[in-house]
C-alpha cells in the first residue's frame, strides 16, 4: 500500500471539479475539492457498498481525521462506502477567495455529493463544525438519510456563552494572528490529544495549512461562529438546529467529555434534540476524541446493528408488577413508624411519609420539575434523602445517587456524565458543585442566609418547595403514574475498576430488585431494617420495612460502630441490618463498648446482611456471635445487578475451601451461568454450566440494569450474549451449583502456563503467619506475565519494598500448594482500595506499581 500521509492508502484521494451554486460565487464558478473516498477499493474487490458514510471534518483539522474509518473498511472488507470531504478553503480543496458561511457550507457539501451522484443511503458523519454542517445537508435530504453520527460538536448556542478558548480565538486582537499568520490555533487544537499526537500524525494534520494563504479558511471557520443573535450565520443555525429535531433516523453519539470547547453541556443538548440517539462518552478523552479512541468499530458495529436484547423478557419480572410507592400508598392512615433519623432525633409515621412525600412532589412540579428529568440528590441518607427518593419516583423523575464515596473528582466526573437538570444538595455538595461546575439548577436542602445562596447559585431549598407543596390542591396532587419502563434511578457503580459508571433502572426493574429482596430473605412488610450498606437505604418504604440509617457516614463504612449500630436497632426494634464488611469489621473491633442493653438489642436481629465485598468466614464467625439469633448471608452482587447469589454462614462452612469465595446459589428469579475462558483469559460467547470450569460469570435476572448511561459501547460489550449480562467477574460452578468467584476478569494473569485467577493464590498468602491482606498480580507481557505477590504484614510493613527472605519463602511455598509459581514478593504498609467499600483492592494500581518497582525505580507507595 503507498501511503498518501500516515495511515492513508494513495488509491483514496481524489480530487473533483464541481460546479457551485452558492450565492457566494458567481453563476458558472467551478470548485476542486479534495476527498478521500474508498469506491474505487470496492469495485476492485468486487463489494457492493450498501451505504455511503459522508464524513465531514471541522477547524482546523481536514478529512484525514476520518481515515480509521476508511481502514477499518478496507481491513474488516465491509461493504461501506466512505467519502470523507475537504470543505472547500480546507484541507487540499481549492481556496476560493471567498468567506463561506454556514449556508455557503451545507450548500458546497450538496454540491458536491450531487456531483459525486450519491444517491444511495446516507450515513451523515460529522465532527466539530462538521457536526452542523453535516447536520443541515441531513434535514434536507430526509429521503437519502439513513443514519447520523456525531462526535464532539456543537448545533447552538442553548443560551451558553462562547467557551473562553473560541473566544480568544475570535477576539480581535487575537483572530488575526492566532488563526491565520500563526499555526497557533491548529497546534492548539492537535495539542488536545489524549495521549499526545504521533510527531508524523500532527505533521498529517498540519500539512494542509503550511502557510497563511492556506489558513484563511481557518480563520474564516472562527469568524463564523454564530454565538450572537446578531451573527449573519444565526438565521442559519438557528434554522438546522431546529429541524434536527424532526429527525426520526438512527443517531450515534461518540463523545470526549474533556474538551473544552464542545463540552458535556453540547452533548446534552444535543440529547435534547435527538433523544432516541445511542450516546457513548469516552471519560478520559477530549476534543479529537477519533484520534484518542478507536471510534471505527463501535460506529461500524452500530451500522450493522449488533444490538442485542434485553437481559430478561419484561414478562419474566417476579410476579406481577407493583410500582415501588405501593407499599407507601396503602398507608396513607398508617400511624406506625415509617423511618428513622438518628442524629438528630426524627421519625415520620407512614401516614406522614406519604404527606411528606406528595407534598415535596408538588412541589417539585412547581419548579419545573418533569417525568423525565434527572434529579441528582446529594443529601446523606435518612428521612430528607428518603422523601426526596419517593417525591422523584412520584412525578416519574429520575433520581441521579453519586455518593461522596466515590470522591470529589470521581463525584463530578459522574454528575458530569449523568447530566442532571437538577441538583439537590447540603452546604458541602453546593459548595462543590459551585467550585466544579457541576450542571443542575441547584437546591439546598435546607434554608440558607440570602448572602450564601447567592454564592452557591441556589434556586429553591427543600423547605421552601415543602411549604408551596403542602398548599397544592386535590388536584395538583393526582400525580401521573409512571410508566413501569421508564427511567427511574442512574446508580454509579463503585469506580473500583476504572471511572464509575452510571447504571441506569427503570421503574419494573428497580420494583424487581425490591421483590427479589423480599422473595429471597422472607422481608415482608412490617419488619424493621438498619440500612448501613447505601443502595439497601432507598429500599425500606418499596417493602413496607420500618428503616433507620445508623449514626455514620454510608460512604465511609468503616465510621460504623458497634454501639451507632445497636442504637439504630434499638430505634426501630430492628429485624434485620444491612451492612458491608468494612463497617463490620470496625463493629466487631468497636464491640467491647457495647453496654448490657446494647448487646441485648443485637440479639433480637433475626437477619444480618453482609454485602458490597466478599467477607471471610472468621470474620462471619465473629458477627454470629454479636447477632446470635441472627441468619447471617453474605449476598453476592454489583450495582448492575443486586443481589445475584446467596449464602449464609453454615453454607459457607459446608462448602469448605476451594479455589475462590463461594458465594452461594442463585437468589430467587435469577440464573447464573459461566462463560469460559482460554488460555489468555479472554472469555467465551456461549453460556455453560459445566462444573468446575472457570470463567466470566453470568447472570439474567428481572432486576439486572437496564443499561449503562451513555455508555453505548461498554453496554453492547456487557450484553455481548443475548439474554445475559456479562459481570466482568470470573469464577466457577462446583458441583452442587454454588458459584464461586476467583477474581475479576481483568485481574486474570496471563501466563506462558495460561491463564491463573488470583483469589484462590491471595488466600494461601494470608494463610501464613504474620500476613495481612494479598493481591497476586501480572507482570510483563500478556502471555508471559510473572505472579507478583503485593501483600500487608501484621505488623504493618514501615515501607513498601521486597520482602523479608524468610516471609518470601513461606508465601512461595503457600502458593506454590495452588498451582501458581510467585516470582516476586513485595510488602507495603497498606493495600490501595476503592472509596466506597473500602475493601475491594485496587489490583490494576498494585500491578502498575510491582511493575516499576521491579524494574528498579524508585520505590514508592503504590
Given at each position: 500500500m503507498t501511503e498518501l500521509f500516515p495511515g492513508v492508502n494513495a488509491i483514496y484521494s481524489k480530487y473533483l471539479d464541481v460546479p457551485s451554486t452558492s450565492q457566494v460565487d458567481s453563476p458558472g464558478t467551478e470548485h476542486r475539492w479534495h476527498f478521500l473516498d474508498n469506491n474505487e477499493e470496492l469495485e476492485q474487490r468486487g463489494i457492493k457498498p450498501v451505504g455511503t458514510l459522508v464524513c465531514v471534518h471541522g477547524n482546523p483539522t481536514w478529512s484525514y481525521i476520518w481515515r480509521s474509518l476508511l481502514n477499518h473498511v478496507s481491513e474488516h472488507q465491509l461493504p461501506w462506502r466512505v467519502v470523507a470531504v475537504d470543505q472547500l478553503d480546507m484541507g487540499f480543496s481549492e481556496r476560493t477567495g471567498k468567506f463561506r458561511r454556514l449556508a455557503d457550507r451545507v450548500n458546497d457539501l450538496n454540491d458536491l455529493t450531487q456531483a459525486l451522484d450519491l444517491t444511495g443511503k446516507i450515513t451523515t458523519v460529522g465532527h466539530d463544525w462538521g457536526g452542523i454542517i453535516s447536520l443541515g445537508w441531513a434535514v434536507a435530504h430526509p429521503d437519502q438519510l439513513e443514519n447520523v453520527v456525531l462526535t464532539n460538536t456543537a448545533i447552538h448556542p442553548a443560551g451558553f456563552e462562547l467557551p473562553s478558548a473560541l473566544k480568544l480565538a475570535s477576539h480581535p486582537a487575537v483572530h488575526g494572528w492566532g488563526t491565520k499568520t500563526s499555526p497557533a490555533f491548529l497546534q492548539v487544537t492537535h495539542a488536545?490529544?489524549?495521549?499526545?499526537?504521533?510527531?508524523?500524525?500532527?505533521?498529517?494534520?498540519?500539512?494542509?495549512?503550511?502557510?497563511?494563504?492556506?489558513?484563511?479558511?481557518?480563520?474564516?471557520?472562527?469568524?463564523?461562529?454564530?454565538?450572537?443573535?446578531?451573527?449573519?450565520?444565526?438565521?442559519?443555525?438557528?434554522?438546522?438546529?431546529?429541524?434536527?429535531?424532526?429527525?426520526?433516523?438512527?443517531?450515534?453519539?461518540?463523545?470526549?467529555?474533556?474538551?473544552?470547547?464542545?463540552?458535556?453541556?453540547?452533548?446534552?443538548?444535543?440529547?435534547?434534540?435527538?433523544?432516541?440517539?445511542?450516546?457513548?462518552?469516552?471519560?478520559?478523552?477530549?476534543?479529537?476524541?477519533?484520534?484518542?479512541?478507536?471510534?471505527?468499530?463501535?460506529?461500524?458495529?452500530?451500522?450493522?446493528?449488533?444490538?442485542?436484547?434485553?437481559?430478561?423478557?419484561?414478562?419474566?419480572?417476579?410476579?406481577?408488577?407493583?410500582?415501588?410507592?405501593?407499599?407507601?400508598?396503602?398507608?396513607?392512615?398508617?400511624q406506625t413508624t415509617a423511618v428513622v433519623d438518628i442524629n438528630p432525633a426524627r421519625s415520620l409515621s407512614w401516614a406522614e411519609l406519604g404527606e411528606r412525600v406528595n407534598a415535596l412532589a408538588a412541589g417539585l412540579q412547581q419548579i419545573g420539575v418533569k417525568a423525565g428529568d434527572r434529579v441528582n440528590?446529594?443529601?446523606?441518607?435518612?428521612?430528607?434523602?428518603?422523601?426526596?427518593?419517593?417525591?422523584?419516583?412520584?412525578?416519574?423523575?429520575?433520581?441521579?445517587?453519586?455518593?461522596?464515596?466515590?470522591?470529589?473528582?470521581?463525584?463530578?466526573?459522574?454528575?458530569?456524565?449523568?447530566?442532571?437538570?437538577?441538583?439537590?444538595?447540603?452546604?458541602?455538595?453546593?459548595?462543590?458543585?459551585?467550585?466544579?461546575?457541576?450542571?443542575?439548577?441547584?437546591?439546598?436542602?435546607?434554608?440558607?442566609?440570602?448572602?450564601?445562596?447567592?454564592?452557591?447559585?441556589?434556586?429553591?431549598?427543600?423547605?421552601?418547595?415543602?411549604?408551596?407543596?403542602?398548599?397544592?390542591?386535590?388536584?395538583e396532587l393526582a400525580f401521573e403514574p409512571a410508566t413501569p419502563d421508564a427511567d427511574a434511578a442512574v446508580l454509579f457503580t463503585s469506580g473500583s475498576t476504572g471511572p464509575a459508571k452510571g447504571v441506569v433502572y427503570t421503574h419494573r426493574e428497580l420494583a424487581a430488585m425490591r421483590d427479589t429482596l423480599r422473595e429471597t430473605y422472607n422481608l415482608k412488610a412490617g419488619s424493621a431494617l438498619?440500612?448501613?450498606?447505601?443502595?439497601?437505604?432507598?429500599?425500606?418504604?418499596?417493602?413496607?420495612?420500618?428503616?433507620?440509617?445508623?449514626d455514620m457516614d454510608v460512604t465511609a463504612p468503616r465510621t460504623l460502630t458497634a454501639a451507632a449500630l445497636a442504637d439504630a436497632a434499638l430505634a426501630v426494634d430492628a429485624t434485620t441490618v444491612f451492612a458491608s464488611p468494612a463497617a463490620l469489621a470496625n463493629v466487631l473491633e468497636t464491640q467491647d463498648a457495647l453496654n448490657p442493653a446494647q448487646r441485648e438489642t443485637l440479639e433480637g436481629v433475626s437477619l444480618m446482611l453482609s454485602a458490597g465485598a466478599p467477607i471471610p468466614e472468621h470474620l462471619l464467625a465473629k458477627v454470629q456471635d454479636l447477632v446470635p439469633n441472627a441468619r447471617v448471608h453474605t449476598p453476592y452482587g454489583m450495582t448492575e445487578a443486586l443481589p445475584v447469589t446467596d449464602i449464609d454462614l453454615p453454607g459457607i462452612r459446608a462448602a469448605g475451601a476451594g479455589n475462590g469465595v463461594c458465594v452461594g446459589t442463585a437468589v430467587a428469579g435469577a440464573t447464573v451461568a459461566i462463560a469460559p475462558i482460554d488460555a489468555l483469559g479472554v472469555a467465551g460467547d456461549q453460556p455453560e454450566y459445566t462444573p468446575n470450569a472457570t470463567g466470566e460469570i453470568l447472570v439474567r435476572a428481572p432486576h439486572v440494569k437496564d443499561r449503562y448511561d451513555r455508555l453505548w459501547i461498554t453496554e453492547q460489550l456487557s450484553t455481548s450474549i443475548p439474554g445475559w449480562h456479562r459481570t466482568g467477574d470470573v469464577g466457577h460452578l462446583d458441583e452442587a451449583g454454588r458459584l464461586w468467584v476467583e477474581g475479576r476478569l481483568g485481574h486474570v494473569l496471563r501466563t506462558s502456563k495460561g491463564a491463573i485467577t488470583p483469589v484462590a493464590a491471595e488466600h494461601a498468602v494470608e494463610s501464613v503467619a504474620g500476613a495481612g491482606r494479598a493481591a497476586l498480580v501480572g507482570v510483563g507481557p500478556a502471555g508471559t506475565q510473572a505472579a507478583v505477590v503485593v501483600m500487608e504484614t501484621v505488623p504493618p510493613a514501615r515501607k513498601p519494598g521486597p520482602a523479608a527472605n524468610d516471609l518470601a519463602r513461606q508465601v512461595r511455598t503457600a502458593v506454590g500448594a495452588t498451582g501458581t509459581e510467585v516470582a516476586a514478593v513485595l510488602v507495603v504498609p497498606n493495600l490501595p482500595t476503592d472509596i466506597r467499600h473500602n475493601s475491594k483492592i485496587d489490583r490494576a494500581a498494585l500491578a502498575d506499581w510491582a511493575t516499576a518497582t521491579l524494574a528498579g525505580g524508585r520505590i514508592r507507595k503504590p
Open positions: 488536545l490529544a489524549q495521549p499526545a499526537l504521533a510527531p508524523a500524525v500532527r505533521k498529517a494534520f498540519m500539512a494542509p495549512y503550511t502557510s497563511a494563504d492556506k489558513r484563511e479558511g481557518v480563520a474564516n471557520f472562527v469568524a463564523d461562529i454564530p454565538f450572537s443573535q446578531e451573527h449573519p450565520s444565526r438565521p442559519a443555525l438557528d434554522e438546522i438546529s431546529e429541524a434536527v429535531r424532526s429527525l426520526k433516523v438512527p443517531a450515534l453519539m461518540l463523545w470526549g467529555p474533556k474538551d473544552p470547547v464542545f463540552s458535556d453541556r453540547y452533548l446534552r443538548d444535543l440529547m435534547s434534540r435527538l433523544p432516541h440517539a445511542q450516546v457513548h462518552r469516552f471519560e478520559g478523552s477530549s476534543h479529537l476524541v477519533g484520534e484518542d479512541n478507536d471510534i471505527a468499530t463501535p460506529i461500524f458495529q452500530w451500522l450493522a446493528g449488533e444490538q442485542n436484547s434485553k437481559n430478561i423478557s419484561r414478562a419474566e419480572a417476579l410476579g406481577e408488577y407493583r410500582p415501588m410507592l405501593a407499599e407507601l400508598d396503602s398507608r396513607t392512615e398508617d440528590l446529594l443529601v446523606p441518607p435518612g428521612i430528607e434523602l428518603t422523601t426526596l427518593i419517593y417525591a422523584c419516583l412520584r412525578l416519574g423523575a429520575v433520581i441521579v445517587v453519586a455518593d461522596a464515596g466515590l470522591g470529589t473528582k470521581g463525584m463530578g466526573r459522574a454528575i458530569k456524565g449523568a447530566g442532571p437538570s437538577y441538583l439537590v444538595g447540603i452546604d458541602r455538595a453546593l459548595t462543590g458543585a459551585r467550585l466544579f461546575g457541576w450542571p443542575g439548577i441547584k437546591i439546598a436542602a435546607e434554608d440558607l442566609p440570602t448572602a450564601k445562596r447567592k454564592l452557591l447559585g441556589v434556586a429553591h431549598t427543600l423547605p421552601e418547595l415543602y411549604a408551596a407543596g403542602g398548599k397544592a390542591s386535590a388536584q438498619v440500612a448501613g450498606f447505601a443502595p439497601f437505604a432507598l429500599l425500606g418504604p418499596a417493602l413496607g420495612a420500618t428503616s433507620v440509617t445508623p
